[in-house]
């Protein structure tokens, strides 16, 4: 074995380009297909599921879903993703840190004036 083969044994997974693509939903990792034309059929196969939502076990849960499989694969949708995903985690800070249901209890107190006194 030469010397630029032991190298090449030694380097990352990642430099060889052997990356295992996963979808991390809160603490729990979904690995996903490592061939790029399965996982856009499979992205492709929940967003078209998720127009169905009408029927049984299909429903509008797989439309995000299958925007996040696309998004490995897609700069476009991953950009989106990405946008999508800071404005949730802003929008959840600002929600912990401040009274998140105070705009409920001020449209309520201009409706019903006389059971907020």
Do not use: C, E
């Not at 990642?14 to 061939?35: E, K």
């Not at 399965?38 to 599921?49: D, T």
């Not at 076990?57 to 996040?68: D, E, N, R």
């Amino acid at each position: 074995m030469t010397r630029t083969d032991k190298a090449a044994r030694l380097q990352s997974p990642q430099a060889r380009g052997h990356v295992r693509h996963a979808l991390r939903l809160g603490s729990h990792r979904v690995y996903l297909p490592r061939s790029r034309p399965l996982r856009i059929l499979l992205g492709l196969g929940l967003i078209l599921g998720g127009v169905f939502a009408f029927l049984p076990v299909l429903g509008l849960w797989m439309l995000p879903l299958g925007a996040a499989v696309l998004s490995i694969d897609f700069p476009p949708v991953r950009r989106l993703r990405r946008r999508t995903q800071v404005w949730w985690g802003r929008s959840g800070a600002r929600d912990r840190t401040s009274d998140s249901w105070g705009w409920l209890r001020r449209r309520l107190k201009k409706v019903w004036p006389k059971h907020w006194d």
